[in-house]
């Protein structure tokens, strides 16, 4: 899974050091490449020859160690694809968003331009420390940092609280999505635009009150991500909050959605449209929370929202474009009625009254279907691998088109 991935764990010196051992071992059994730097306090926690023979590397902790022309710093930051600095202490964290470089590995980081995920595990006093907090706020500047927080529980220095370092699965786990979510070198997208609508939009009916749908915005998410692993230039319009590499536009109505997919527009190659966006909004939408009368009905009335999709697709040019298709019945009977009514150039339908799939869930099952009425079905799996399976089978119909134009 990690073949051919180069991962550079940093040691500092805590007392969850040693189960770094067991997370080198992880990357390991999944074929990365792994190197270790430790700080020199580190080794009282753990030894240079565990972390050797678990690594099946040399281990760096002086900074003037110099092997080759390059200044060891430089060296090992240029040959990782990320770094894991695992337990990363108060003082390490700190010295990190001050600048400082007093060994090799506040060296290394700092001249890392690649992301990094830090796990911090401390006392749990340190941890609610207000410095160290306003530290873990600074690290989050950095766009390339994530953090894996600590967890609550027993602690080696006998105490109860945060500050335990977090599971060993999870830093793992993070370490495979940050991964992923670095844009391949030679991705098959390198070159192209790709817009994707996320989330449910949500019409105002007062300040207080909404109207709006159970999508979570994970399947635009994905196909954002994706696309982004394979090199393209992403722009996510979405309605949830989204920390991302890549360009993320956040829209709440309708109203919005449609300007923000214009504007992106013209210089699209690729358009997947996720969202489920509101058919209608509310007329007069009041300036105040509406008061509760003696009435036992109130009237709403509703007005058509603009058709994104189906407008996108009657002015496009030499843009792909893909819609959605959520139903609870008929499912591609509805579809193929909709792609004809729509002017897509794709549809992906799926099947929202299923609670294993579509709205919310982590899952999906879809059936992709062209102009002519070709229907491929993707089974079901995680919506990260429905975005792959889509895109591909998008591009591999269109790609040359795209390339050639
Ligand atoms: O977000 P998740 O929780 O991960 O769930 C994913 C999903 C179920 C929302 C997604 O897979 C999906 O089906 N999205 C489309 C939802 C939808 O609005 O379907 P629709 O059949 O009502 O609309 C068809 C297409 O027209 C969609 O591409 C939609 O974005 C677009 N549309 C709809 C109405 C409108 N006024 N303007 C539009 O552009």
Redesign the pocket.
């Known amino acids: 899974m990690l073949s051919g991935k180069n991962i550079l764990i940093g040691i500092t010196a805590g007392i969850a050091a040693y189960k770094s051992c067991e997370l080198i071992r992880m990357f390991k059994r999944q074929n990365a490449n792994v190197r270790v730097i430790c700080t020199p306090n580190a080794l009282n926690f753990v030894t240079k020859l565990t972390l050797q023979n678990l690594s099946q590397n040399e281990i760096g902790i002086e900074e003037f160690d110099v092997k080759d022309f390059k200044p060891e710093h430089i060296s090992y930051a240029d040959e990782a694809d990320i770094m894991v600095i695992c337990p990363a202490t108060a003082n390490t964290i700190g010295k990190v968003v001050n600048g400082i470089c007093d060994n090799l590995l506040t060296s290394v980081i700092s001249a890392f331009a690649k992301p990094i995920v830090f796990a911090p595990a401390m006392n749990t006093n340190m941890w609610n420390n207000v410095f160290v907090q306003e530290n873990i706020q600074k690290l989050l500047k950095n766009p390339m940092y994530s953090i894996v927080e600590p967890d609550s529980g027993y602690l080696a220095c006998g105490t109860e609280g945060k500050g335990r370092l977090a599971s060993l699965d999870k830093i793992y786990q993070t370490t495979v999505e940050v991964l992923n979510s670095i844009p391949k070198k030679n991705g098959f997208l390198q070159g192209k635009k790709i817009v994707v ?4 939009t949500v019409e105002d009916i007062d300040p207080v009150r909404y109207i709006s749908n ?7 998410l994905a196909l954002a991500d994706y696309c982004n692993a394979q090199g393209a230039d992403v722009v996510l319009i979405t309605t949830k909050d989204i920390d991302a590499t890549y360009k993320v536009v956040k829209v709440k109505s ?1 109203l919005d959605m449609l300007n923000a997919v214009n504007d992106e527009f013209e210089s699209a190659d690729y358009i997947f ?7 209608f909004r509310v007329k007069n939408t009041a300036g105040q929370k509406i008061k509760k009368t003696n009435d036992d009905e109130i009237t709403l009335t509703l007005v058509k ?6 407008d996108i697709s009657s002015r496009k040019t030499h843009q792909i474009i893909v ?5 609870s019945e008929n499912l591609l009977e509805y579809a193929k009625d ?1 792609i004809k009514r ?1 002017g897509c150039d794709f549809l ?1 339908a ?1 099947d ?1 009254s299923r609670k294993d799939i ?4 982590d899952y ?1 099952e879809v059936y992709l279907i062209n102009k002519n009425l070709d229907t491929v079905k993707i089974d079901r799996q995680e ?1 990260s691998k429905i975005a792959s399976k889509i895109v591909e089978e998008v591009y591999a119909k269109t790609g040359c088109l795209q390339t050639c134009r």
Do not use: R
């Open positions: 609508t996320a989330g449910g159970y999508s979570s915005g994970k399947m635009g309708a449209m996720a969202a489920a966006v509101a058919d929202n603009p058709d994104i999709l189906k819609g959605f298709c959520a139903e909709k729509k992906v799926n929202i579509g709205f919310s869930s999906n919506k």
